[in-house]
Structure formats: structure tokens, C-alpha cells
């Protein structure tokens, strides 16, 4: 079963522009987390944010989260190519486990 | 500190035939997970393990996948007999206790002609 689902499933803007990814889930949870996979590789820890917060950075990623909507989202502002991935959100179910979404594919054109 | 190390790469079967896959997850961490990733879609957690034991295998299809990890350290993902659906990409990942996110292996991507 997943829990989050990614909306867009594929995004394509120009280098510079900023990239909002939205993720929306169905049960109450304690944290929400988003990972990036670049094409054949593993998956990558970006960003985690917990349900009593509700806005998050990290570099260039902002993360908010509205547990009222069960919703999250991630901003990438200035885009670079190395940015061009997939982008997962993943909710706890349970003590230790996680469920991804279906994933935004992310393009950055040159 | 190494990453979570998976092999082989990569793995071209006939269906019926067995298979399997190794993982050696970063030192120290006791939970490990093997999903399985279907091109376009997310990661679906097989199974879960906590040092050498089950935590969760609620999604392993029991009658082809077999999972182990015998010394609590590396582990192995088998299938048997393999069927064309099982083509995908299989990640393993861990974590420590109290840690932010899941350290994740490239994977091997298995297709089954």
C-alpha cells in the first residue's frame, strides 16, 4: 500500500526556476520525509519534518507540512541540473516503518 | 563511514529460475529493509529486519521470496521461482536507532525475460 502520493508525477521547468512538489497522505502520522533518487541509484535522505512543525529548510529545499490537509510540500528554489531526479515523500506507519509515494520526476532544462 | 553495499548490479533471469541478492548494510545499523521499486513507482517495503530477526515481512510474497539475515550483519534476498512481474528494482536500506531517514543502497535491477 503507499501512503503519500506525489502530485505532479513529472515536472520540467527551466534552470534557476524554483520546483514545488506537493505530497498528500492518508493517515495521521508523527514525521514525513522526502528523498530524492537520481536515475539507477539508491534513494537519498533529504529532509525530514516532523507533525508538530510546519515549515522546514534546509539549503535550498523549504519543506512545509498541514497535517489539517495531510499535505506536505517541497520547494527547490534556483534549480540546477544536478537537480533533475525523482522526489519520494515517505510517512511513518508505524514505530519504524516507512511508506513512499509514486514520486515526482523532476527535469531541469538547461 | 561506507555506504550500504549491494550486489550484483544487475540480473537478467528466465522466469522459473531462482535468484539472489546480497546486501551489506552500513556498520552499526541494526534495521534493515529490502524494498522493492516497479519502474515509475515508489519503493514497497518486503521486509524489515531488526538485527537478525522479522519486524515485518506483512508484503513478501512468501510462496517465491526468502529473506535472512543470519549474523544480524548482511543479508540476502532470494526469489524462487521468478516471474516476469518480479522485474524491478531491488534497494536495500538501513538505519540506527534514534537516526533522521534510512541510508539506502544503489540496488540491483533484476529483469526476468
Known amino acids: 500500500s503507499q501512503q503519500g502520493e506525489e502530485d505532479p508525477q513529472a515536472l520540467s521547468i527551466q534552470e534557476g526556476e524554483n520546483a514545488t512538489m506537493n505530497c498528500s497522505y492518508k493517515?495521521?502520522?508523527?514525521?514525513l520525509q522526502w528523498y530524492r533518487q537520481n536515475s539507477g541509484r539508491g534513494l537519498v535522505h533529504l529532509i525530514l519534518?516532523?507533525?508538530?512543525?510546519r515549515e522546514k529548510h534546509s539549503g535550498r529545499l523549504r519543506v512545509t507540512l498541514d497535517t489539517s490537509k495531510k499535505s506536505s510540500s517541497l520547494l527547490i528554489t534556483a534549480s540546477r541540473a544536478a537537480d533533475t531526479a525523482s522526489y519520494f515523500c515517505?510517512?511513518?506507519?508505524?514505530?519504524?516503518?516507512?511508506?513512499f509515494g509514486s514520486g515526482t520526476r523532476l527535469s531541469i532544462r538547461p | 563511514e561506507a555506504g550500504v553495499a549491494q550486489s550484483p548490479r544487475y540480473k537478467i533471469i528466465e522466469k522459473r529460475q531462482s535468484v539472489a541478492f546480497w546486501c551489506n548494510p552500513i556498520?552499526?545499523?541494526?534495521?534493515l529493509y529490502w524494498y522493492q521499486q516497479i519502474l515509475g513507482q515508489g519503493p514497497k517495503l518486503l521486509i524489515q529486519?531488526?538485527?537478525?530477526?522479522?519486524?515485518?515481512d506483512s508484503q513478501l510474497p512468501k510462496d517465491r521470496f526468502s529473506a535472512e539475515r543470519l549474523k544480524g550483519v548482511d543479508s540476502t534476498l532470494k526469489i524462487q521461482p521468478a516471474k516476469l512481474e518480479d522485474s524491478a528494482v531491488y534497494l536495500c536500506?538501513?538505519?540506527?536507532?534514534?537516526?533522521?531517514?534510512?541510508?539506502f543502497g544503489s540496488g540491483t535491477r533484476l529483469t526476468v525475460v
Open positions: 536500506a538501513s538505519s540506527a536507532p534514534g537516526a533522521v531517514g534510512y541510508t
Open positions: 493517515t495521521s502520522i508523527n514525521n
Open positions: 519534518i516532523r507533525s508538530n512543525e
Open positions: 515517505a510517512t511513518d506507519e508505524g514505530a519504524s516503518k516507512i511508506i
Open positions: 556498520s552499526g545499523h541494526a534495521t
Open positions: 529486519f531488526q538485527n537478525n530477526g522479522v519486524v515485518d
